[in-house]
T-cell receptor, first 113, second 112 residues
Framework: DAEITQSPRHKITETGRQVTLACHQTWNHNNMFWYRQDLGHGLRLIHYSYGVQDTNKGEVSDGYSVSRSNTEDLPLTLESAASSQTSVYFC????????????FGPGTRLTVT | GENVEQHPSTLSVQEGDSAVIKCTYSDSASNYFPWYKQELGKRPQLIIDIRSNVGEKKDQRIAVTLNKTAKHFSLHITETQPEDSAVYFCAAQYSNDYKLSFGAGTTVTVRA
């Protein structure tokens, strides 16, 4: 069955380290999104992509980067992890174009100490 | 950009009663409004959505209404059951775009 996966599911890292979170989907969706979820803030968009080689900044993109070299993957990189980036990260995908449901991955819980 | 406000932030209801969650949005050109349910420790999952050419949509015990003039939409859950306990998020799609802007969420607790 087609699916969307994230790895690792849990990660503890130290301040200043570079961290990469993986997101992989097998639906062949053009659109992929990264969100962070914090209490009281809901889901906030970090970066998104509408196709290979396309990347865009979301509302909370500072300190994060993404790259899209193929349809299936959108890795999220924290260039220099900060304690403020401790959060649960969700990847999502949707078919394009048009308004469609976004399908979420299982999430990655990241702790920056 | 789109700004979505969601109320209330918490809601406690007796089993069998109804629950209503309301959201407002700022971009009058938004045309897609999904609702997601997130159980503890799980991923958000779509439960119902509505598009701007429809005023109301029902799916068993769940219904969503949309008032484009007032720029608000609501989720109605009837005959609530313990399994309805979760966090519910509303969202609105940016105009001419595929991004979603989410509300802050409503924690619903159904008391037995």
């Amino acid at each position: 069955d087609a699916e969307i996966t994230q790895s690792p599911r849990h990660k503890i890292t130290e301040t200043g380290r570079q961290v990469t979170l993986a997101c992989h989907q097998t639906w062949n969706h053009n659109n992929m999104f990264w969100y962070r979820q914090d209490l009281g803030h809901g889901l906030r968009l970090i970066h998104y992509s509408y196709g290979v080689q396309d990347t865009n900044k979301g509302e909370v993109s500072d300190g994060y980067s993404v790259s899209r070299s193929n349809t299936e993957d959108l890795p999220l990189t924290l260039e220099s992890a900060a304690s403020s980036q401790t959060s649960v990260y969700f990847c999502a995908s949707s078919p394009g174009p048009g308004p469609y449901e976004q399908y979420f991955g299982p999430g990655t819980r990241l702790t920056v100490t | 950009g789109e700004n979505v406000e969601q109320h209330p932030s918490t809601l406690s209801v007796q089993e069998g009663d109804s629950a209503v969650i309301k959201c407002t949005y700022s971009d009058s050109a938004s045309n897609y409004f999904p609702w997601y349910k997130q159980e503890l420790g799980k991923r958000p999952q779509l439960i119902i959505d509505i598009r701007s050419n429809v005023g109301e949509k029902k799916d068993q015990r769940i219904a969503v209404t949309l008032n484009k003039t007032a720029k608000h939409f609501s989720l109605h859950i009837t005959e609530t059951q313990p399994e309805d306990s979760a966090v519910y998020f509303c969202a609105a799609q940016y105009s001419n775009d595929y991004k979603l802007s989410f509300g802050a969420g409503t924690t619903v607790t159904v008391r037995a």
